[in-house]
């Protein structure tokens, strides 16, 4: 089954315990994109890949980071978290940035205490 | 901005009934984009319908644009209870997908 997995789906942690979420998608698509939503203000993006070893800011990259070294994986990592890091994240999968159609993994909701 | 602007916010309909969810953009695009999100769920892609285009369907849904008013509708027919979500649509040129606030459904069983 065409799929984008996240892990994990449930995370609470703690402030400045670094953390990485995890996202593969099995459809050999070449873009990816992590969002980040919230109550009132939606989706935004935090960053997205266009291939292997290609990655750049979303909307609002701050205090995140993300690496491209196998197309299938594109790990969310959190070096440093903070409570306002709390919110449910997507990752996204496509053939290509704006001219298809996308395919979301089904959440991770983090809290950081 | 790329983002569309979905209308009404929320709508309450009873099942059976259709609902019709319209949004509107600023820029020029490619195509526009519809996804569902049930709450607290990954969104699932909808439909596509390229600029060229004025109308598409997939099986109980209809979606139309209108390049020269910047508009596109979504029709979900014969609505269903499993139909209750949100629905966003995003409008896309070169850049990445933005989403907007969404229209809220309920279907009422």
């Known amino acids: 089954e065409a799929q984008v997995t996240q892990n994990p789906r449930y995370l609470i942690t703690v402030t400045g315990k670094k953390l990485t979420v995890t996202c593969s998608q099995n459809?050999?698509?070449?873009?990816m994109s992590w969002y980040r939503q919230d109550p009132g203000l939606g989706l935004r993006q935090i960053y997205y890949?266009?291939?292997?070893?290609?990655?750049d800011k979303g909307d609002v990259p701050e205090g995140y980071k993300v690496s491209r070294k196998e197309k299938r994986n594109f790990p969310l990592i959190l070096e440093s978290p903070s409570p306002n890091q709390t919110s449910l994240y997507f990752c996204a999968s496509s053939p290509g940035q704006g001219a298809y159609g996308y395919t979301f993994g089904s959440g991770t909701r983090l809290t950081v205490v | 901005s790329q983002q569309g602007e979905e209308d009404p916010q929320a709508l309450s309909i009873q099942e059976g009934e259709n609902a019709t969810m319209n949004c509107s953009y600023k820029t020029s695009i490619n195509n526009l984009q519809w996804y569902r999100q049930n709450s607290g769920r990954g969104l699932v892609h909808l439909i596509l319908i390229r600029s060229n285009e004025r109308e598409k369907h997939s099986g109980r849904l209809r979606v139309t644009l209108d390049t020269s008013k910047k508009s596109s509708s979504l029709l979900i027919t014969a609505s269903r209870a499993a139909d209750t979500a949100s629905y966003f649509c995003?409008?896309?040129?070169?850049?990445?997908?933005?989403f907007g606030s969404g229209t809220r459904l309920q279907v009422q069983p």
């Open positions: 890949s266009m291939n292997v070893e290609v990655t």
């Open positions: 995003v409008p896309t040129g070169r850049r990445a997908l933005t």
């Open positions: 459809m050999n698509h070449e873009y």
